[in-house]
């Protein structure tokens, strides 16, 4: 059974960061590129970040660019969001993704449809 489970939210203030996991299990995470999204209330999910099977390959939205650091670590099937300087507009729950990719090692996909798994998501709340 897959399951990734996010962990490190919570509420802050404006402009400290804050670190998400994601860790996966019930899957070879390697074979997976990983992405976060997230949802603000009353609004749709979009994209946030994603990164390839190996971490070679890393897209943002422009929203976060510079602020946001996706990262994975294969080894121990974790993946990261490290979020500074966060913005009251930042508020949302963050949900980490995994994509089936076996022959594609450098897709980092910002598309949720392209996603097979999902985990249930982290509040972050940013006060201002």
């Known amino acids: 059974q897959v399951q990734l489970v996010e962990s490190g939210g919570g509420l802050v203030q404006a402009g400290v960061s804050l670190r998400l996991s994601c860790a996966a299990s019930g899957l070879t995470f390697r074979s997976y590129a990983m992405g976060w999204f997230r949802q603000a209330p009353g609004k749709e999910r979009e994209f946030t970040a994603a990164?390839?099977?190996?971490?070679?390959?890393?897209v943002y939205t422009d929203s976060v660019k510079g602020r946001f650091t996706i990262s994975r670590d294969n080894a121990k099937n974790m993946v990261y969001l490290q979020m500074n300087s966060l913005k009251p507009e930042d508020t949302a729950v963050y949900y980490c993704?995994?994509?089936?990719?076996?022959?594609?090692?450098?897709?980092?996909?910002?598309?949720?449809?392209?996603?097979?798994?999902w985990g249930q998501g982290t509040q972050v709340t940013v006060s201002s």
């Open positions: 990164i390839s099977r190996r971490g070679s390959d890393i």
């Open positions: 993704a995994a994509d089936y990719r076996p022959g594609d090692s450098y897709s980092a996909p910002t598309s949720g449809n392209s996603y097979n798994y």
